[in-house]
């Protein structure tokens, strides 16, 4: 037995006829579930299960009525752009409610007074913070957005000299990224055309080898000044090993950063153990914090104490204990909140501090994962057995070189591409698109189910079909 596929009229029946022949109840499915490997996506093929037979075995399936899932027509939308921006939870929605009746009720007195003062309020999202991507408390803090803080990151980690000027990043790098080391570079009075070196693909379907990454870190080594990598590449969907890229990196010298803006609450990240020097990210993606939200950053445990580190200066990375003397001095907050400026964006944070409860709540990372690995390994199955001949995969097919997203090509160029694009938001199933032809689906492990997977295939195939 297998999953039932296609839509067709008889859906409904063929649904219950095989419901009710399966040999396994849920509880079974479940066991059986919780024993798959990693590599899970073709083992869940072979088990006899619907989606939404699957939907239910999964107990973190029940996270989905946290969130607000939006409408299309009498239904509900198939959201599957986690990946830009995350569906609005409620517990994000009550704690911005809940910061506005503090400011409402307390005013200033909001400072000190309420369940979590906003004097302290950054301090207490420290460790949530750190578990969602494997730091200490110390090494991360929330501020900004994200290309504000590449910029001031990079004050204090690109310190370029004639002899070792250079940045590296992945050729086709999100362009706020591509334009951000770029002005660094002119701004500290170097060419980008000399000392922007970009790596680049050399994969089919626009990937990088870990060992074309090694090979022009070794050949640009003593020229390089920071290696800026991505934890996932926007485009692709690719996921690096962070870690072998920090030591190749520091093995030549050069300061290494992340952008984590599409790892952060989609992979388990262990920025602490990679030794990088600092990371940003957002949590307006995986970690629906809502539009803009505040930015993450992680800068690690060896520069905790190190006030002599070049960086731009503001009130609130001053040490609470004399930030109100109100002195013209400046003693930094040792670690990550040392790199913080001005006072902290309560109704904005409080949806990053919701969310990261959320994530905590699930059982972190870890959990998640293993819940995304299954969804993306079924997403991969039904493309691969039933839509073949209109997708085509970007994104490596090792569930250890990639997250929760796929990249799909539209195989016949932009027109089908744009075409296909906006037959499935009319019917409901939201994916982004990327020129000239990339459709990416991310189903996320928070509030997708197994079942809009299947209905993103049946879609495709209808829209297949008509195309005939
Ligand atoms: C990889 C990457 N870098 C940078 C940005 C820009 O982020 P922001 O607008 O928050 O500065 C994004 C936004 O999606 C991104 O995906």
Not at 78 to 102: M, P, W
Not at 134 to 139: F, V
Not at 274 to 301: L, M, Q, R
Request: hydrophobic content about 40%.
């Amino acid at each position: 037995m297998g999953l039932i596929v296609g839509p067709g009229p008889d859906y409904a029946d063929r649904l219950r006829d095989w419901t009710r022949c399966t040999a396994l109840d849920a509880r079974q499915i479940a066991a059986r579930l919780a024993s798959l490997p990693y590599h899970s996506g073709p083992a869940i093929e072979t088990l006899p299960m619907h989606p939404t037979t699957l939907d239910q075995a999964d107990p973190l399936s029940r996270f989905r009525e946290r969130f607000h899932i939006p409408c299309h027509g009498e239904g509900e939308l198939a959201y599957f752009v986690g990946n830009s921006l995350g569906l609005q939870s409620k517990d994000a929605e009550a704690a911005v409610l809940t910061e506005l009746k503090v400011w409402r009720e307390l005013a200033v007195e909001g400072h000190f007074k309420g369940e979590r003062p906003w004097l302290r309020y950054l301090e207490s999202m420290n460790a949530p913070l750190a578990e969602l991507v494997g730091a200490q408390p110390i090494e991360v803090a929330a501020m900004n957005t994200l290309t504000v803080n590449l910029h001031l990151l990079m004050v204090s980690f690109y310190r370029p000299t004639p002899e070792r000027p250079a940045i590296l990043i992945e050729a086709g790098a999100f362009p706020s990224d591509w334009q951000a080391v770029e002005s660094q570079i002119r701004f500290h009075g170097f060419d980008p055309a000399e000392c922007l070196i970009e790596v680049q693909p050399d994969e089919p379907g626009g990937t990088i080898s870990m060992e074309a990454i090694a090979r022009a870190i070794e050949q640009q080594g003593p020229r390089l000044a920071l290696v800026l990598w991505p934890g996932i590449q926007y485009r692709t969907g690719q996921a690096f090993d962070l870690k072998e890229i920090a030591r190749l990196g520091k093995a030549q010298g050069a300061a290494v950063g992340f952008d984590c803006a599409h790892a952060a609450g989609n992979l388990p990240l262990a920025l602490h153990d990679s030794s990088a020097d600092f990371a940003t990210w957002c949590h307006y993606k995986y970690v629906n914090a809502g539009p803009g939200a505040v930015s993450g950053i992680f800068v690690h445990e060896r520069h905790a104490h190190d006030a002599t580190l070049p960086r731009l200066t503001g009130w609130y990375g001053h040490k609470l204990a004399t930030r109100f003397q109100m002195a013209s001095s400046f003693d930094p907050t040792p670690g990550a909140e040392g790199w913080a400026m001005s006072n902290p964006p309560i109704l904005a944070l409080a949806p990053v501090r919701a969310s990261l409860e959320l994530f905590r709540e699930a059982g972190g990372m870890a959990a998640l994962r293993e819940r995304s690995l299954r969804l993306t390994g079924y997403l991969e199955s039904l493309i691969e057995r039933e839509l073949s001949s209109v997708l085509e995969v970007l994104t490596p097919k090792q569930p250890e070189r990639r997250g929760a997203q796929l990249s799909l090509r539209v195989r016949g160029g932009r027109a089908q591409g744009r075409a296909l694009f906006e037959y499935l938001a009319a019917h409901g199933v939201l994916g982004d698109w990327r020129e000239p032809d990339v459709i990416r689906i991310s189903p996320a492990p928070l509030y997708n189910r197994f079942a809009e997977i299947r209905r993103f295939a049946d879609t495709v195939l209808a829209w297949s079909k008509a195309q005939a």
